[in-house]
């Protein structure tokens, strides 16, 4: 009787079906596994990474970051929805975040000017409190005190030469 070839061997058109859900394959689209044909909605259910965004099988366009497979468009911000896929990211406890957000919430932040404190940047733990070496001034004169003698009153640095104004 009639036959189609098909991974390399001729079957009968009424037995090239798909291993899990029975369909026809011929004439369309299929993927073999194990030396048996699945129509591909099946391949990606049964044996395709899942994205860790939206639980569905991925077939096209993905990313793997922290671990897991995404599809590209589901790699996000956990906060804003920004995609990730190629932007700086952070992770915190399992979670991506965008850079704006990841500074936001987690970042050491300046007891004078309240912007956080980049990678890099220089700064100093003084009074119980971290500050921008660049913020870190004397409140009456603004010289720099970084490295200096400093005196304060309720958490604000006064220099040497300014010290007489803090009222004992």
């Known amino acids: 009787g009639p036959h189609l070839m098909?991974?390399?061997?001729?079957w009968h058109p009424e037995h090239f079906l798909c291993r899990e859900c029975g369909k026809s394959l011929r004439g369309?689209?299929?993927?073999?596994n194990d030396g048996f044909p699945y129509c591909v909605e099946d391949y990606y259910n049964l044996f395709g990474n899942k994205c860790a965004g939206c639980g569905e099988p991925i077939k096209?366009?993905?990313i793997n970051?922290?671990?897991?497979?995404w599809h590209a468009e589901h790699f996000v911000c956990c906060l804003c929805d920004k995609q990730l896929g190629n932007i700086p990211f952070h992770v915190d406890n399992g979670k991506p975040y965008c850079?704006?957000?990841?500074e936001e919430l987690f970042a050491t932040r300046c007891?004078?000017?309240?912007?956080?404190?980049?990678?890099?940047?220089?700064?100093?733990e003084a009074l119980g409190h971290n500050?921008?070496?660049?913020?870190?001034?004397?409140?009456?004169c603004q010289i720099?005190?970084?490295?200096?003698?400093?005196?304060s009153r309720e958490d604000h640095p006064y220099c040497s030469e300014h010290r007489h104004l803090i009222s004992t």
């Open 99 to 102: 850079e704006f957000h990841y």
């Open 144 to 151: 720099e005190l970084h490295g200096k003698s400093f005196y």
């Open 131 to 140: 500050w921008h070496k660049r913020c870190f001034r004397c409140v009456e």
């Open 65 to 69: 970051a922290i671990g897991k497979t």
């Open 111 to 124: 007891h004078k000017c309240d912007e956080a404190v980049k990678a890099g940047e220089q700064w100093i």
């Open 28 to 32: 369309i689209e299929f993927i073999e």
């Open 60 to 62: 096209e366009n993905y």
């Open 6 to 10: 098909a991974m390399n061997k001729p």
